[in-house]
Nanobody, 123 residues
C-alpha cells in the first residue's frame, strides 16, 4: 500500500500564496501520476492539476480555473508540490493529493488518496 501525506494548507488573504506538498511513502514500485483535486462545500470534487513523468520529461495539466496561477511540480520521485499564487476566495476548498501507483511489479494500477488539507482564502 501507498501512503500519502499532505501539508501546507491554511488561511490566506485574497491575492496571497500557499504551497501544498504531498509525499508518498510505503510500498511503492512505481508511480504513474500525481494529481491535486479539490472539493468545496456543496460542490463536486474537481481535478486541479496533474503531473506525469516519463524519463526526464514532465507533463503538466491544469484546470482552467487555476491556469496561470497554480504550478504543479515534482521535486523528488515521490513528492509533488502545488504552488498556489494569486489566490481567490473561490479557491477555498479541501485539497486532496492523489497518486496512481503500483505497490509491486505485479500489482494493478491503483488510486491512492491523501487525507486532504484545508485551504481558506479570505476576501
Amino acid at each position: 500500500q501507498v501512503l500519502l501525506e499532505e501539508s501546507g494548507g491554511g488561511l490566506v488573504q485574497a491575492g496571497g500564496s500557499l504551497t501544498l506538498s504531498c509525499s508518498a511513502s510505503g510500498s511503492i514500485f512505481s508511480i504513474d501520476a500525481m494529481d491535486w483535486y479539490r472539493q468545496a462545500p456543496g460542490k463536486q470534487r474537481e481535478l486541479v492539476a496533474s503531473i506525469t513523468s516519463h524519463g526526464s520529461t514532465e507533463y503538466e495539466n491544469y484546470a482552467a480555473a487555476v491556469m496561470g496561477r497554480f504550478t504543479i511540480s515534482r521535486d523528488t520521485e515521490n513528492r509533488v508540490v502545488l504552488q498556489m499564487n494569486s489566490l481567490k476566495p473561490e479557491d477555498t476548498a479541501v485539497y486532496y493529493c492523489k497518486t496512481v501507483a503500483r505497490d509491486s511489479r505485479w500489482s494493478a494500477l491503483t488510486d491512492y488518496w491523501g487525507q486532504g488539507t484545508q485551504v481558506t482564502v479570505s476576501s
